[in-house]
Structure formats: C-alpha cells, structure tokens
C-alpha cells in the first residue's frame, strides 16, 4: 500500500499584534497625548494649505489672533465664553458617565431647556420686571432640563433599558418640539424668534455673555468638590466600578441613577437658560449647534475629571474658534463653518487614535533565533560604531545606526528566513 503524504499546513502569522499597556507612567501617557495634541493642530494647517496654497504661516496667526488677540478684548471674551459653555456641558455629563450611565441625550437636554427659556422670555407679560422673568425662565429651564434627563433614567432604574439608545432618541424628539414651537410662534417663517427684548441679561464689556464664564468657575468648583468629596461622588464612583459591589456595601443603585440624572439634568437646562437668555438672546432649531455632543466627546477624553476636561475643552474652543476666525481671512477665504467642522473633526480624531497608543501597545511576535541572531548583529555594529576616532562621524553613524534601525530589522529578517530556507532545502 502507499502510504499517504500528509503536507503540514502552514500557519501564517501575522508579525505583529495588540496588547494592552500595563503601569504606563504618568509622564510617558502625556507624552503621548501632547503629541496627539501637537499633531492635530498641525493637520489643521496642513488641510489649510492643501485646500488653500501657501496659506500655513497665515492659518495659525489668524489662529492665535482669533483666540489671544487683547488689542480686541471682545475677541478673546468670546473665546472665554465657548470655553466655558463647552466646560459646563462637559462637566454636566461627568456624574452620569462616571458611574457608567452613557448620556448621549445632552444636545436635547439643552435645546428643551432652551425651548423653554425662549418661550417664557418671549410670551411673558411687558409689564413684568426683567429680573422676575430671568428668575423664572432659570427655574423652569432647570425644570425641563430634570424632565428630559430623568426619563431615561427612570427606566433604566426599573427596567434596565439601553440608555444610550434612550437618551439618543430624546435629542430627536427635542428638536421635533423646537421645529414645531418655530412654526407654531414665529409667523414671519425666520426660523427663529428674532432677539428677545425681556428675559435677558445686560452686556457687559460688550458681551451678552461674559456672566457665562463666571458660572463656569463656579459650577467647576462645585463639581471638583461633588465628585472627590461628597459621599455621592462616592456613591457614583462604586456604582462605576461594579454594580453588584455597590449593592452589596448596601448602596441604592437605583436611587443613586436617578438622583445623578436629576443633577445632571439640573445643570444642562441651566447651561439652556444661560444660552438663550446670556449668550444668543433668542431661540432657534439649530442653537445648541451640536456642542452636546462635542462635550461628550471632551468628557470622554478628560476621563470624566474636571481638572483634564477644563485642558480639553480650551483645546477645542482654541481649534473651533481660531479655525472660524482664520478661515474668514480674505487671504485663506473659505466657508466658516465646513472648514471649521473639519478641522474640529480631525482635531478629535486624532486625539482619540492617540489614546489607543496610551492604552495599548504593537508587539511582534519574538522568534528566538532571529533575536540572538539581531542581537549579534546590533552589537557588532556597535562595536564598529564606537572604534571610530572621529567625533563627528561617530555621531552621525549613531544616528544613522537609529534612524535605520527598523529597516535593517526587516532586512535582516528576510535575510534570515531565507537562510532558513535554504537550510532547510539542503537537509531534505
């Protein structure tokens, strides 16, 4: 009988694979980040130049003019104000995401508390005092803004629903209302309801919104000290960790959701009022401008800690800002708010691709025979490198030496499998 050749089957390997970063010291995990940072803005500038030729030098002095120019201090009170809406919204959703609860629902949560506030300012009696109405627009807002955020809440407590998918489908919702409200109160088909005359705010240094970054101090403050001191930020940090050990130290998990959703709710429709009745003075669909999600985006990247959301958050007003006010440079001249969104979606994108550096790391899969075989060749080549005499060049072959390092480890690994190879065909 022959006997039968049974062929081995080769298994090919893929050289490289992921694996997750343990003990990364502090200081190497910002590395990593800055550089992230460093790297996004300067893909903004070279899209700036792509787009527009020659523009590079321009684009990041219109940047940092639009931003830091103090001969316009209106300028840089605006650049304060974004800073500080994002903050708060960023801050808002820090409770709920620190205890696992994925709000996605700030975008309608703002814009019903919004609604509200427009609504209120808009129908109040003209004899009633400018203070009474902000009074009440505030307290209703925060009314709304607890509604709109403790429904999903309520349902995740007592029947455990997706509220990520919940919280989404309320922004849908949120903006139907605001659509219907325009067409139902506004007659003139603007699409807006024109600037408020009552329920407002007064300028001061010649911005409607400079009290905007006042709050934001201080509810920082107040969040600082909620999540690190107070036996709630306690409560949401173990529910964070682990449900089950949360029950079992005797914590009300249910309670504790729709207690942070209320907070939280509490704080994005105030974020509303001071929106409609600070910043913008009026109401329209589109005024919350997608900064919900923006701020979900910041909470993500600051860890949810108040202190590296605050660094986030100046980041992106810097890239939303800047981008605005450089691209309406005649020299650059393009649309504001297309090369904004793209230079502010770059900006995030590759902030959050260098946080998979800083969580995990690319290995190759170690052969031990190459790597002996590497290791002689390195140190021979060393050795070369330090019998030189001449200072000069010694250093230019050390760089070298670096600088070439992994093509000559791909080399010289095909250099050895070759080896191998004909090993291998000489034997049989």
Known sequence: ?????????????????????????????????????????????????????????????????????????????DFLVLFSLLLLISLALVPAFKMRYWNIGAEGQILIACLVSGGIAKFAPKDMSNLTILIICCVCSILAGIVWSVIPAIFKALFNTNETLFTLMMNYIAT??????????????????????????????????????????????????????????YEIAVVGESVNTARYVGINVKKVVIRTMIFTGAIMGFIGFLIVCSINQTFNQSIVGGKGFTGV????????????????????????????????????????????????????????????????????????QFDA???????????????????????????????????????????FKNENKKKAGNEA
């Open 176 to 233: 139907v209302l605001g659509a219907w409200a325009i067409d139902v109160w506004v007659k003139n088909q603007s699409g807006a309801f024109g600037i408020l005359k009552q329920g407002i705010f007064p300028e001061i240094l010649d911005n409607t919104g400079t009290l905007v970054i006042v709050f934001a101090g201080l509810i920082f403050t107040l969040m600082f000290f909620y999540m690190k001191k107070s036996i709630h930020g």
């Open 373 to 415: 075989f590497f290791e002689d060749y390195k140190a021979k080549k060393k050795e070369s490198i330090n019998a030189e005499n001449n200072k000069f060049k010694k250093l230019c072959l050390k760089a070298w030496f670096y600088i070439s390092y992994p093509f000559n480890w791909i080399i010289l690994n095909n250099k």
């Open 297 to 368: 985006l910041i909470a993500w990247l600051g860890h949810f800690d108040p202190t590296e959301i605050a660094l986030f958050s100046f980041l992106a007003a810097i890239m939303e800002q800047g981008t605005s006010i450089a691209s309406s440079n005649p020299t650059i001249g393009m649309s504001s708010s297309q090369f904004t969104n793209i230079c502010t979606g770059v900006f995030f994108f590759v902030i959050i691709a260098c946080e998979f550096f800083s969580n995990y790391q690319i290995k190759r899969h170690h052969n031990k």
């Open 1 to 77: 009988m022959e006997k039968e050749v049974v062929k081995e089957k080769k298994v090919h390997r893929f050289p490289l694979y992921v694996t997750k970063r343990i003990g990364l010291a502090t200081w190497k995990y910002w590395v990593i980040r800055s550089i992230g940072i460093v790297f996004a803005f300067l893909l903004a500038g070279i899209i700036c130049t792509i787009l527009k030729p020659g523009t590079f030098g321009i684009f990041y002095a219109e940047l940092i003019r639009g931003c830091f120019d103090f001969s316009d201090i209106s300028s840089v009170i």
